[in-house]
């Protein structure tokens, strides 16, 4: 086997993301009037349930994780649990006293329960049976104003990324299990003059943590806050790539750094880069909003012409594979990386327990559907 592509329906089709669990491929996305979550399993569609876009606050699933024998997904200010027939097993919904809710922007689960983390600096802990929050503030000039956190990752601890309210800045904190803050930092300004934004995805792995932020850049710190080594994408138009958000995944060897259509493979420890691919879909180019390591590979997801798809591909064989639908283009003359140096400014957060309304939500009510599918290549071994 040597790669696989999945396209979901024709027209404006966009899968958010996608995991391996439990011996299947579950995913979620939206068309321009549903958002959906479906299941694969050895190229065929188990299940497949959407429901319509809310015009009020244009809800749509667009997170996912597993969670022993259920799968958690999330949209908007939802955070449900699903088994696996995609029947919902609990819904959480968290807002304010005002009844304003808060917005979802990640999720990660830590054995037996799930963060999230969001737009008005809330930090949520949930199972089916509970719910707590923390709440991350900045004090200035007397007062505490909240952070936008966009990103969180939990492996041993929790690195969490964001920016200050009402401020175009990137911030990145590490806490312990316990949700104590070990240290955090501002990355914003590097010494080449550019402006780090959007801090849109953060991972934690052994003794290194990686976050993403725009332009599509990574830079990476130790567990004790020094920055190490960073890099920023870059192709002939540099406005080209600052109009996408990228995406990070890891395994033993590699980092891959995604964004619009173009994947760029690192050395996870030095930041050296191996090589760049073009990916297209059809006769067009793709959007990749999702990029996870997996299986000796990795899965990408995204957007095309063609319909929303998911792509497997193992890392041996990226070079020369082969594929019905899918182009993978030598990216190499294209792309470069070029280095970055954030000007790293340490600064005191406030963390304490918060305990917003929360509900137990109705589940939105889904109705299953059979879209068109078609598969080409191997499904990818469980």
């Known amino acids: 086997m040597s790669g696989w592509l999945c396209l979901i329906e024709e027209g404006e089709n966009w899968i958010y993301d996608v995991i391996p669990y439990g011996g299947s491929l579950y995913f979620c996305g939206s068309s321009s009037s549903n958002t959906f979550i479906g299941c694969l399993a050895d190229d ?9 876009i ?14 022993r024998d259920v799968i958690a997904v999330s949209g908007s200010f939802l955070l449900g649990f699903l088994d696996y027939s995609g029947v ?3 819904c959480w919904a968290t807002f304010e006293l005002d009844g304003e809710y808060h917005v979802i922007n990640d999720i990660c689960c830590a054995e037996d ?3 999230t983390c969001n737009e008005d600096g809330l930090i949520v802990k949930a199972s089916m ?6 709440a991350v503030t900045l004090e200035s000039s007397g007062e505490r104003n909240p952070l936008r956190l966009y990103s969180i990752y939990c492996s041993g601890g929790y690195v969490v990324a964001g920016s200050r309210l009402y ?3 990137s911030i990145l904190m590490l806490l312990d299990e316990d949700f104590n803050v070990r240290w955090c930092i501002d990355f914003t300004e590097t010494k080449e003059g550019l402006w780090l934004t959007y801090p849109s995805a953060v991972r934690l792995s052994g003794d290194q943590v990686y976050v993403c932020a725009t332009p599509p850049s990574v830079s990476c710190f130790s567990l004790d806050g020094n920055f190490l080594w960073g890099c920023m994408l870059a192709n002939g138009d540099p406005r080209l790539l600052e109009e996408y958000t990228p995406s990070i995944a890891l395994d033993k060897k590699y980092l891959y750094l995604a964004c619009s ?3 760029a493979i690192l050395d996870r420890y030095s930041g050296k880069y191996v090589r760049g691919l073009e990916v297209n879909i059809g006769d067009g180019s793709a959007e990749i909003l999702k990029v996870r390591a997996a299986n000796e590979g990795i899965f990408i997801c995204g957007g095309s012409n063609a319909g929303g798809f998911i792509i497997f591909l193992l890392r041996e064989y990226m070079d020369n594979m082969k594929l019905h639908g899918l182009k993978l283009r030598d990216a190499s003359s294209t792309l470069r990386l070029n ?3 954030p000007n790293v400014r340490c600064i005191n957060p406030i963390l304490e327990n918060e305990w917003p309304e929360f509900s137990v939500e109705t589940p939105p009510e889904l109705r299953k559907e059979r879209p068109k599918i078609v598969f080409y290549g191997d499904f990818p071994k469980a």
């Open 44 to 52: 065929n569609l188990v299940w497949f349930k959407s429901t319509p």
């Open 54 to 67: 809310p015009r009020v606050d244009g809800f749509v699933f667009n997170r996912l994780c597993g969670l």
């Open 88 to 90: 919902f097993r609990r």
């Open 113 to 115: 329960f799930v963060v």
């Open 129 to 134: 049976d509970n719910i707590t929050g923390f």
């Open 167 to 169: 401020y175009d800045n």
């Open 261 to 263: 259509k173009y994947l």
């Open 339 to 341: 280095e970055i140096h």
